[in-house]
């Protein structure tokens, strides 16, 4: 269950474990992004790495934005989805 756009968010043990197991391999790619532009890296590849991390992270955003959504439409909570895409749109 997620509450959303509230104070705590609460995601079912499934959504949690997915959403900690991504945060952790974009937590990796960045610490392998630091290393590459600390040792002045091939360009290109950092890049490339820029971009894996990047998407990584959007779909992990993408997962809860969609968890969040869902909650509140579930149980009609126009004014926590009102929230959600202020959010949204000032992104």
Excluded: P, W
Excluded at 42 to 59: G, P, T
Excluded at 72 to 86: A, F, P, Q, W, Y
């Amino acid at each position: 269950m997620l509450v959303c756009c509230q104070e705590i968010l609460q995601l079912d043990d499934k959504d949690m474990d997915d959403v900690i197991l991504r945060l952790k391999k974009v937590n990796g790619q960045i610490q392998g992004l630091i290393r590459m532009v600390e040792n002045s890296d091939n360009c290109e590849k950092v890049i490339v790495q820029f971009q894996a991390a990047k998407a990584a992270l959007d779909k992990t955003y993408s997962l809860v934005l969609d968890r969040s959504l869902k909650e509140c439409m579930s149980h009609n909570d126009t004014e926590n989805v009102g929230r959600i895409l202020k959010l949204i749109s000032k992104h």
